[in-house]
């Protein structure tokens, strides 16, 4: 059973900083196209970042690039988000996802097989 557990969200102001950790399995991590996604209420679910296994090529969001970076740490087993620079707009429930193998070339919720339960991160004007 595959686990992926979110941590780091939380309430920030505008133009400030969250880091969010995403743990899995050793397998998970280094077998694996991981990512994030985000839904704010009443809107869809968008594709922030991904990031391939190997040599770790990343895609990101038009809405996030420049203020966000992912990375993985295969030692620790776990994803990272590093988000700077947050705006209102992005508020919303981040998910943690994985797919075994390759990333595609676009964020695609129906692609990620495995989500974590999701952490808010609430950004205030």
């Known amino acids: 059973q595959v686990q992926l557990v979110e941590s780091g969200g939380g309430s920030v102001q505008a133009g400030g900083s969250l880091r969010l950790a995403c743990a899995a399995s050793?397998?998970?991590?280094?077998?694996?196209?991981m990512g994030w996604f985000r839904q704010a209420p009443g809107k869809e679910r968008e594709g922030v970042a991904s990031?391939?296994?190997?040599?770790?090529?990343?895609t990101y969001a038009d809405s996030v690039k420049g203020r966000f970076s992912i990375s993985r740490d295969n030692a620790k087993n776990t994803l990272y988000l590093q988000m700077n620079s947050l705006k209102p707009e992005d508020t919303a429930m981040y998910y943690c996802?994985?797919?075994?193998?390759?990333?595609?070339?676009?964020?695609?919720?129906?692609?990620?097989?495995?989500w974590g339960q999701g952490t808010q991160v609430t950004v205030s004007s």
């Open positions: 990031i391939g296994r190997g040599y770790g090529t990343t």
């Open positions: 996802v994985a797919v075994e193998g390759f990333c595609g070339t676009r964020l695609i919720a129906e692609e990620y097989h495995y």
């Open positions: 050793r397998y998970i991590v280094t077998s694996s196209c």
